[in-house]
């Protein structure tokens, strides 16, 4: 059972365009919810995670949007560099003392930004 | 400081084999984590650790699969008898642990990847 689906599976956008990754859960036990970053041959790096006491997030170009009434959120890349072109996933866990805090994964989505 | 190390970086075994993955994670890490990423695919939890203690192995896909982490630090995740759908990229993560309720990043290594043939 997939508890994290995650839409687009690719997406290809010109430089300085505004990438959308959507992902949904289901367990709404979930709180806090991270994106990944993947280079080829590279382990995930955490790009910016939110907990769903707040409805946006911002660092730097990343901004994650959280709508907890519909169990959604998604992230968006401004003005995009092709230095961006990665694997991105979403994930999620929960935060709770004696949990393993594992994270579930979406299934990816292929970004690549053209110069 | 170093990150997350693993090692082998790559795996070739044959069908039937014994493999053992190595996981050196940050040091002063009390969680350790394990995740199995099939080609295209998102990782997914194997095991997880706090210290020496194997608190969760619910992710194992079956009792060919086997990890110890005996003094708190390195990890090995065993698997026996390799079958072709267990060709994958394994990946080690760490993290300190947190209080409760609190963020606790988890740093992924490059993984292992192994190809069963």
């Known amino acids: 059972q997939q508890q994290v689906k995650q839409s687009p599976q690719s997406l290809i956008v010109q430089k300085g365009g505004i990438p959308i990754i959507n992902c949904a859960y289901e367990n709404t036990a979930f709180d806090y919810f991270p994106w990944y970053q993947q280079f080829p041959g590279k382990g995930p790096a955490l790009l910016i995670a939110i907990r769903p006491d707040v409805s946006e997030k911002k660092e730097g170009r990343f901004t994650i949007s959280f709508n907890k009434s519909a169990k959604q959120f998604s992230l968006h890349i401004m003005d995009s560099q092709p230095g961006d072109s990665a694997t991105y996933f979403c994930a999620a866990s929960m935060l709770r003392r004696g949990a393993t805090n594992k994270l579930i994964f979406g299934t990816g989505t292929l970004l690549a930004v053209q110069p | 400081g170093a990150g997350v190390s693993q090692s082998p970086r790559y795996k070739v075994a044959k069908r039937g084999q014994d493999v053992a993955l190595r996981c050196d994670p940050i040091?002063?890490?009390?969680?350790l984590f394990w995740y199995q990423q099939a080609l295209g695919q998102g990782p997914e939890f194997l095991t997880y650790f706090q210290n020496e203690a194997q608190l969760d192995k619910s992710g194992l896909p079956s009792d060919r699969f086997f990890a110890e982490r005996p003094e708190g630090s390195v990890s090995t995740l065993k698997i026996q008898r390799t079958q072709q759908e267990d060709s994958a990229v394994y990946l080690c993560a760490s993290s300190e642990i947190s209080r409760a309720g609190g963020l606790d990043e988890q740093f992924f290594g490059p993984g292992t990847r192994l190809t069963v043939l």
């Open positions: 040091s002063g890490h009390v969680s």
